[in-house]
């Protein structure tokens, strides 16, 4: 009888066991409901986190395109000064010269500057110009260069698009003039001004830097 009661008394501390460990285990899982939330809250979020992902990278590609434009208009400048302070002219030589017209582009200010001078680009007197036309629906800043003695012509190289605008003034009494002709004035200028105009996000952006031609002058 002891026996039968103590195996009576097993079998129910296993069962009780038994029901606590299933009770356990409901308690751990998840319904479909609750699974469906927890679904709903993560695509929240992933879409929140992608969208700012998204709008990062679209930032960092605009910045560089900026700093890209703005660069390459820098480097322009720099170039174009360098070759306006190399200037050679000389009274009485018509193959020598300093030309600066004033001229607009659907209104917006494309002055075309012509020069000659030495470069380290090609041997002997140079003829230089820069000037600005369209090219597929923009703005474009070309360039040429070729002999001071030759008649060929040369097919102009885009150096910046999509410009705003390109001014080259010569400075004269004080003054700062937007034409000048060596033929003319028999002398080249003290001072040039190189302005390029960008736009950049929306904001018109200009970068200007001044060449003082330095044949023949005292320095």
Known sequence: MKAETELIIRIKRFIFILHNSSFI?????????????????LSIVLTAL???????SRAMEDMDESMTKLQESRKAIDILRRELEAVYYKDNDEKTFVKILDKDLYGKQATQVEFTAFTTVRPGLSKISYYME??????????????????????????????????????????W????????TKK???????SLSVMIKGR??????TARPMYGKTI
């Open 177 to 184: 003039v937007k034409t000048w002709d060596t033929e003319i």
């Open 204 to 209: 018109k952006v200009t970068l200007s830097d």
């Open 25 to 41: 285990i409901q308690k751990k899982g998840f319904t479909l409901l609750e699974v469906l939330i927890a679904v709903a809250i």
């Open 50 to 56: 992608y969208g700012t992902f998204f709008m990062s």
């Open 134 to 175: 369209e090219k597929d629906r923009k703005r474009t800043l070309f360039k040429k260069i070729g002999s001071s003695f030759g008649k060929e012509e040369y097919e102009g190289a885009d150096i910046i698009e999509d410009l705003e605008e390109f001014t080259i003034e010569a400075k004269y009494e004080d003054k």
């Open 188 to 194: 080249t200028p003290d001072e040039i001004k190189i």
